[in-house]
């Protein structure tokens, strides 16, 4: 076997380094619009599949384009509101692209984006966005209510690491169809959340739903999500209810 | 190996076979159970995890026999991990741009392909020592082997799992009101030990060179 003298060894280790180093961040510039226009795209259809619009998406030769017009139609109004219900002047979308810098920061000082949706005969959904931690990484959604401002009218839910089979279960239609017709205010209108409980008894309990066997940390990350970020909305919930 | 020997001599086409058969990398090496256990709950991501492998795998594989000559064998582990962390990374890049559903399914699949021990195995075993093309050859049949052993486990997990290939049910619906339930143990990672198992077994009874003499 040859042997290598410590300076080739040396030379070798720095030239390789330099060039993978070149190589991998010209590919993540170049690819970085496509990888964000993606995103966009995926918030965008997460927020009309939570009131059960675009469901048909698969069969759209242009994806994009398709989501793009569906949200322009559907969506068509929206604002973000802070901790106490008043108005911020911010753009709904946007926040919600950088959901992560507003879940990092404390109940209180998150900005609340609310989409709303309208549906061809003229009534009004409320979607809002939520995130969270699961087992092993961030879970997020999007959670639509009736005018009431009280209950859900659909839910979406996502993930990016959960355990295929087990917590990634969160994203199923079984698990988000569970959310329909709860009730996230309880009958004093103080505000309960939605609990994801080992026997929930879901037929009698308007607050809860049943939680994914095998997928505990993530249900209860949900549980805890859902308690956390809904409760910034309450104030603005709670105005918006008497107005409508 | 003379310079005039074909592309796709008796030798380099067996660089191919082999690796499905008799030097399998999962069910003779016993390479790669991990990610072969991780991701054959259902077929499609098994499919596009075997594609990413073998993209990961060839063109490290080149690279990495390319360099032979130049690699000091003492940080020659260091340099393959490098080659296909850099690849794996490209991968996922890749995917996340243009397959951007695809890349959401395999999660952190695509990263862990960074573990697979079948890639630094060929790296180590063959790359290092042979040309580009018979390594080209060694990577693609040893991708190739590992595919096939998750489309097989994948096939039967899903099938019995959940009742559905691709994602489309085929277990009618008549079968369900006679009382018949997807298997629900499928779904969880013993079974997919237990199938790659069954798979050594039906392997090793059928060609008795594989089996081990005590």
């Known amino acids: ?244 | 190996m003379s310079e005039r020997e074909p592309l796709f001599s008796a030798k380099n086409l067996k660089l191919i076979r082999e690796p499905l058969g008799p030097s399998n990398p999962i069910t003779v090496q016993v390479l790669g159970i991990c990610s072969a256990l991780a991701i054959t709950v259902q077929l499609k991501p098994a499919i596009v995890m075997t594609l990413s492998v073998m993209a990961v795998m060839t063109v490290s594989s080149v690279v990495i026999s390319l360099l032979r000559k130049m690699i000091p064998p003492r940080i020659r582990i260091i340099v393959q991990l490098v080659v296909i962390a850099s690849m794996v990374i490209l991968v996922d890049e890749v995917l996340q741009a243009f397959a951007y559903e695809v890349s959401k399914q395999l999660s952190v699949f695509v990263g862990l392909i960074i573990t697979n021990c079948i890639i630094m195995g060929r790296l180590e075993a063959f790359a290092l020592a042979n040309k580009p093309w018979p390594s080209f050859m060694d990577a693609l049949g040893n991708a190739f082997g590992y595919g096939l052993i998750l489309i097989i486990v994948s096939f039967f997990r899903e099938l019995l799992g959940s009742g559905t290939l691709m994602g489309y049910q085929v277990v009618p619906n008549s079968f369900y009101e006679f009382g018949y339930a997807n298997n629900g143990l499928m779904v969880l990672p013993p079974m997919a030990l237990i199938v790659v198992g069954v798979i050594i077994w039906v392997q090793r009874s059928k060609n008795k060179d594989l089996v081990e003499q005590n």
């Open chain 1, 1 to 244: 076997m040859k042997s290598y003298s410590n300076t080739y060894i040396f030379i070798f280790s720095v030239i390789m380094v330099v060039v993978v180093a070149v190589l991998l961040s010209f590919v993540a510039m170049q690819l970085k619009p496509l990888q964000d226009l993606n995103q966009e795209i995926e918030r965008k259809e997460d927020i009309l599949a939570s009131v059960g619009e675009a469901e048909d998406v698969s069969d759209v030769k242009d994806k994009n384009a398709f989501i793009e017009q569906e949200f322009e139609k559907y969506i068509a109004d929206s604002y973000v509101v802070n901790f106490n219900g008043e108005t911020v002047d911010r753009d709904a979308f946007e926040v919600t692209l950088n959901i992560k810098v507003q879940a990092d920061k404390p109940v209180e000082e998150r900005l609340y984006p609310v989409f709303v949706y309208t549906a061809e005969g003229g009534a009004h959904k409320y979607i809002v966005p939520v995130r969270g931690k699961g087992l092993w990484g961030p879970i997020w959604g999007y959670m639509a209510f009736e005018p009431d401002m009280n209950t859900i009218a659909g839910a979406i839910f996502d993930h990016s690491k959960e355990t295929p089979g087990l917590g990634a279960e969160i994203n199923t239609n079984w698990f988000e169809e569970e959310f329909i017709g709860k009730k996230i205010f309880n009958e004093q209108g103080e505000f309960v959340s939605i609990g994801v409980l080992k026997n929930a008894e879901t037929a009698n309990n308007p607050h809860a739903v049943d939680a994914i066997s095998g997928g505990t940390i993530t249900s209860n990350g949900l549980d805890d999500m859902l308690e956390d970020y809904l409760a910034g909305y309450v104030a603005h919930f709670k105005e918006k209810r008497t107005e409508n």
